[in-house]
């Protein structure tokens, strides 16, 4: 496994600021219209805390504001109003030059604690090797679904890319994601996946159709070393054009990593064009 982290996050002479440059390899979208895609956001913000602070993640929590497109430079300030002998509480204000792109608030930290248990376990499902590719609309263009390797082993597309249309009965999917240049899997990876909780739009609704992240939430129990993660979420409802969501995710031996959720605006794709792009998914 590669040790280069996958978000290029760049110091300054403050210690309190940090820099992300917007590249197409972190960014989604349509071709033309690319930006920087939101777990990409939280997982800068959660690294920027973490460097800063030189404690761990315990959670954080991303509200996006507005889109950042590449070439911009997001500068993110770290602000810690809270200092305890264990638990930093702080938050990120992240911008383009004056204009707000999203803020972060969270708690950084560690306790020395006996109990260690999980309830939560991981789904029973074919393993990656075994699982089709997710589905990308624009398969040309080296953005982030070029740099992730995700694999669909529950839901709409999991039948190597036959669909089982119609809605969904209990709004789950299941993906297994990694990075394709072998990143590991630390809170900011976690929280790049995390942000695939809106890609279960399409599954529960039956529909080629995913979702604008509103937030983004990530809650870590126990980061350990694994390959692959497991990821199991659960579109919960969607009504008056949102969708809401939660996911759980696993390390490869079945340990419960992190759980997560979020909000979105639900989007609806034009069905011509999305049977012209995935002729055996339409």
Known sequence: MSKTPFIDLQSTHNPHRWYLKVEPRICVGPPGQKFLFGGVGLASAIKALEQTTGRPCIWATAQYLSFANPPDIVDLDVRSPVVGKNITQARVLAHVKDREIFTANAAVGARDSHPSHQWLTMPDVPRPEDCPPMPRFDETSEDLHATLDMRVAQGRYAARREVKG?????????????????????????????????????????????????????????????????????????????????????????????????????????????????????
């Open 166 to 282: 119609g809605r969904s009965d209990d709004g789950r999917v299941v993906l297994w994601g990694r990075s394709k240049l072998g990143a590991p899997i630390d809170s900011a990876m976690l929280a790049v996946i995390n942000d695939f909780v809106p890609s279960g739009t399409s599954h529960a609704l039956g529909l080629p159709a995913g979702a604008n992240s509103l937030d983004n939430t990530l809650r870590i129990r126990r980061i350990v070393e694994t390959e692959w993660v497991c990821c199991d979420i659960q579109i919960e409802g969607v009504h008056n054009g949102f969708v809401h969501g939660r996911i759980a995710m696993f390390a490869d031996d079945g340990t419960l990593m992190a759980t997560g959720s979020q909000s979105g605006i639900v989007r609806i794709f034009d069905p011509d064009a999305f049977k012209e792009r995935f002729p055996k998914e339409g």
